[in-house]
């Protein structure tokens, strides 16, 4: 079954300290992977997508994430932490085969504190 | 501007009273989805829509209805609420049904059903 999994449900951080978001996922063939955020009373923003290509994708915000394939894994870093980047992550990876094929499966999410 | 737009933001209702949310997108975008977010269970599918007049039921389609008569359109609807429904909901869309193309949310729907 295609998977992704956000093994912390916090992490914390003090302000311009590096942070690291983990997930790992698990789908057959080639994986379409995403990070989004969401800030309080808001929708889910996109940050960043791994299709091919260079393993480090930058993308929103100074955020950028990590592919390794052979850990499967897509970990969300920063190198220096803001307090306003306190949100909920979430990893998502998409649907590669079957009847739901291009869905999106979402992890729990993992709430990011940074403290000043 | 570019956006998913839902409503209402905040809805109390009581069992038994039909309802529907509100999805609209400027667009363009052929795929659209519902979801539901509940604390410890994360982002769950409710039903999506590959286009005009084609559903398919998500992982949690139980007790909710949908329609797409419009590309931009997508009103969730749930026809006998009850508590268990209780939960944040959001609509989504991308402009293809491709791998590499990102959903847009809109900002939520807090239902709370009494």
């Known amino acids: 079954a295609q998977s992704v999994a956000q093994p912390e449900d916090q992490v914390n951080v003090a302000e311009g300290n590096p942070l690291t978001v983990k997930c790992t996922y698990s789908v057959s063939g080639n994986p379409y992977l995403f990070w989004y955020v969401q800030y309080p009373n808001r929708g889910l923003q996109f940050l960043l997508k791994y299709i091919t290509g260079d393993n480090l994708v930058k993308g929103s915000y100074g955020f950028e994430a990590e592919f390794n394939k052979s850990q499967t894994s897509f970990h969300l870093k920063k190198p220096s932490a803001l307090v306003s980047d306190s949100a909920l992550y979430f990893c998502?990876?998409?649907?590669?085969?079957?009847?739901?094929?291009?869905?999106?499966?979402f992890g729990k999410g993992t709430k990011l504190s940074v403290k000043p | 501007e570019a956006q998913v737009t839902q409503n209402p933001r905040y809805l109390i209702t009581v069992t038994g009273k039909k309802l529907t949310v509100t999805c609209s997108q400027n667009m363009n975008h052929e795929y659209m989805s519902w979801y539901r977010q509940d604390p410890g269970l994360g982002l769950r599918q409710i039903y999506y829509s590959m286009n005009v007049e084609v559903t398919d039921k998500g992982d949690v389609p139980e007790g909710y209805k949908v329609s797409r008569k419009e590309k931009r359109n997508f009103p969730l609807i749930l026809e006998s609420p009850s508590p268990n429904q209780t939960s944040l909901y959001f609509c989504?869309?991308?402009?293809?049904?491709?791998?590499?193309?990102?959903?847009?949310f809109g900002n939520g729907t807090r239902l709370t059903v009494t």
């Open positions: 998502a990876v998409r649907v590669s085969y079957g009847g739901s094929q291009g869905n999106l499966i």
């Open positions: 989504a869309s991308s402009l293809y049904r491709d791998r590499g193309s990102p959903l847009h």
